[in-house]
C-alpha cells in the first residue's frame, strides 16, 4: 500500500522547511529509516527519514522548495500504485492560459524558401514592452523577427501607439550578439546564453563562449539559498523594521584575567572572558531590566528572565542558539551551557526550538581580530552587545599615572523605537563597571554602583 512521507514539524515555531537535496529518485528502492532528503528551518539541517519500506513512486517537490510541516514530500508503495491522492495542491504545476491571438495583426506566413543567415541571432535578453496593451506587430517586422529567430511580440515597439515596426527589429539585431551556428544550437537545446562579445571573428559567440544564464564573467556566480537566503532576508526586515541606534564603549580586562589566572591556581573550571562578558550581562540587566524586552510595535514586553542568545559561527552560517534562563544560572553552569550550545550548532545537531526565544543576544568577534563593528539586531529584541577584540591602549590611573592596558571593544545596538539612547548608556555603563571591579561575581556586588 502507499505510503506518503510527511514533512515533519521540527520545533513548535518551524512552519516549514526548505528541502535542499533529494537523496532518492522516484524508482529507487529504500528501507524505512534510509535517509531520503536533506531539509533546513530557518537556522538548522536536519535528515528527512524514511517511514515506510518499498520504491519511490513520485517526488512531490523539487530541490529549494519551501515546504509547508505536515505536507506530503514524497509517496513510497509498491510499482504501479496510484499516487494522485497524496500530491499536494502546492506541488502541482497548472498549465498557464493560452493568449488570445491578436485579430488585428496576425502572423504573416514566413517565405520556407528564404534560407537561414550564417550568422542568426538568437535573444539573449530581449526588451519587454510595459504593461500597456500592446498595438501588434507589422507584417514587415514580424517576417523580419522571424527570418532571425526573435520573437517580435516581446520587443519594444517605437511605431504609432508602441507598435513593433521593422526598425525596432534591426535595433535588437544590431544589439545582439552574433552565434556560431554550433553556438545556436546550444543556446536552443541547452538554455544557453551568449557573452556580450565572443571571442570568434568580429566578436562572434562561439559554443566555448556560451554559459549559464545569468553568470557573470570572471565570476563563480550561485544562487542565494537555504540558511544563507534567510539570513539575508532577516537582516534586511531587521534594519527596514527597526530604528538601530549603535553606541562604543570599551572596558579594562585586567581584573577578567586576574580573575581567570586565579580560578586556575585554586583549581577552578576554567571560564573564557566571553563567559565572563555573559555573566556581566545578566547582571546589568538585572539594574536594567528594561533592556531585556521584545518591541511588538504597539507593546512592549519586558521579561522577568534572561534568555540570552549566542551568536555562533557554524559551518552552516550564523546561528544563535539561546541559553533559556540564563539570569538562574552560576557562572560555571552558564559556561558550560554556552560551549553545548555551541557545539550542537557547529555539529548540526541542534534543534530548531532552541534557536528562538531569546530576550538579549551577545556576539563576539575578537577572537578573529575584529576591533570594532555594528552588530545588527535580532528582533523582536531591542538589544545586541557586540565584543571586539583585545587592544592596548593607554589609561589613566587614579592616582594619575597613564599606564597601558588591555582593553576590549563594545558595541551596543539598540532599537530607538524601544529605548533611548540615555538608558542604554547607563546599561553599558554597569555593564562595564561589573566587569572591571567584580567580573563573575553575583549581581548583588554591584547594586547601587551605577
Known sequence: MATP??????????????????KVQPGDTVAEGEVLAVIETDKASFDLESTATGTVLELFWEADDDIPVLANVLVIGDEGENVAEFRPVSSVETAPPVAETDSVDPPAPVDQTTSQPTSDV???????????PSAGVSPRARKKANRSGIDAAILVGSGPGGRVIERDVDAFLASAPRLSATARVRAQQEGLEAPGRGSGIAGMALALDMREPGSVEGADVEA????RKLIADRMM???QGTAQLTLHSSFDA???????????ADGESKVSINDLIAKAILSAL???PEMNAHFLGDRLAVFHEVHLG?????????????????????LEKLSVEIKKK??????GTIQPDELSGGTFTLTNLGMLGVENFTPVLNPPEIAILGVGGITLKPKRQENGEVSFVDQISLSLTIDHQAIDGAPAARFLQTFVQHLEKHPGEDPSKIEGEE
Open 5 to 22: 512521507v510527511i514533512m515533519p514539524r521540527q520545533g513548535q515555531s518551524v512552519e516549514s522547511c526548505i528541502l535542499t537535496e533529494w
Open 122 to 132: 538568437i535573444s539573449v535578453a530581449a526588451p519587454v514592452s510595459s504593461g500597456a
Open 224 to 227: 542565494v539559498k537555504g540558511i
Open 237 to 239: 526586515q531587521s534594519l
Open 254 to 264: 585586567t581584573a577578567c584575567q586576574e580573575m581567570r589566572k586565579k580560578r586556575v
Open 286 to 288: 538585572k539594574i536594567h
Open 310 to 330: 549566542i551568536a555562533v559561527d557554524s559551518p552552516r552560517g550564523l546561528m544563535v542558539p539561546v541559553v533559556e534562563d540564563a539570569s538562574k544560572m552560576s
Open 342 to 347: 555551541a557545539v550542537s550548532c557547529r555539529e
